[in-house]
């Protein structure tokens, strides 16, 4: 598999992850009472399961993309993780009537 792909399937991987801890955690804290209405609900599953795919797109999606700006620019291979660089001040000069 190329490294890319293998780069941007990882970080999807883990954005779908976070989706299901953060399901998780909404279902368990019962955050306006959706977890209970998840248990008596008769469709109460397949509400589950669309809220996580739903969720895993999106949150999946919003890590590749800073995964993909994060690249560093450089020759080295991508890891995620932005060199930052020093910024120099200049000096402008200013000429009116321009």
Known sequence: MPFL????????AVGVSLAV???GALVAFDVASL????RT???GAL?????????GVTFGSV????AVMLMSDGEEPPRG???LTRLVPRTVKVVAGR
């Open 5 to 12: 792909v293998r780069f941007l399937v990882v970080h999807a």
């Open 21 to 23: 801890l953060f399901v």
């Open 35 to 38: 977890g209970t209405l998840l």
């Open 41 to 43: 609900s008769q469709d």
């Open 47 to 55: 509400a589950l399961v669309l809220l996580t795919f739903g969720l």
């Open 63 to 66: 890590q590749m993309g800073f």
């Open 81 to 83: 993780r932005r060199v």
